[in-house]
Nanobody, 114 residues
Framework: VQLQASGGGLVQPGGSLRLSCAAS????????WGWYRQAPGKQRELVAQ???????AYADSVKGRFTISRDNAQRTGFLQMNSLTPEDTAVYYC?????????WGQGTQVTVSS
C-alpha cells in the first residue's frame, strides 16, 4: 500500500493550494483520512481529518481556511488550503486508517513566503 501526496509548493501569503493523497495497492476500506504537518523544529500535528460518516475535525489554526474531503471511490483524499500564511509552512503528510491499520504518505512540502 502506498499513499502518494502531491500538490505542495511555494505560494505567497494569502494564496491557495490543494493537496491530494492517492492510495494504491491492497487497501479497500478508508475509514478515516487525515492530514498532518510538521514544521522545522516542531512536532507533527493534526491539521484535519474526515471519517466515513463525513465527520470532520480541524486544528484551530486552520478552521475556516482549510477544507478536507475525500473520494473513496477514487481512493483519494484532498486538503484545500486557502488564505495561507507563513505559519502554514511545513511538510504535509496524509494518513489513512483502514480498520486498525494506519498508512502514511511520504509528505509534500508547502512553503508560504513572499
Amino acid at each position: 500500500v502506498q499513499l502518494q501526496a502531491s500538490g505542495g509548493g511555494l505560494v505567497q501569503p494569502g494564496g491557495s493550494l490543494r493537496l491530494s493523497c492517492a492510495a494504491s495497492g491492497r487497501i479497500f476500506r478508508f475509514h478515516v483520512w487525515g492530514w498532518y504537518r510538521q514544521a522545522p523544529g516542531k512536532q507533527r500535528e493534526l491539521v484535519a481529518q474526515i471519517s466515513n460518516s463525513d465527520s470532520t475535525a480541524y486544528a484551530d489554526s486552520v478552521k475556516g481556511r482549510f477544507t478536507i474531503s475525500r473520494d473513496n471511490a477514487q481512493r483519494t483524499g484532498f486538503l484545500q488550503m486557502n488564505s495561507l500564511t507563513p505559519e502554514d509552512t511545513a511538510v504535509y503528510y496524509c494518513k489513512v486508517q483502514s480498520g486498525r491499520t494506519i498508512y502514511w504518505g511520504q509528505g509534500t512540502q508547502v512553503t508560504v513566503s513572499s
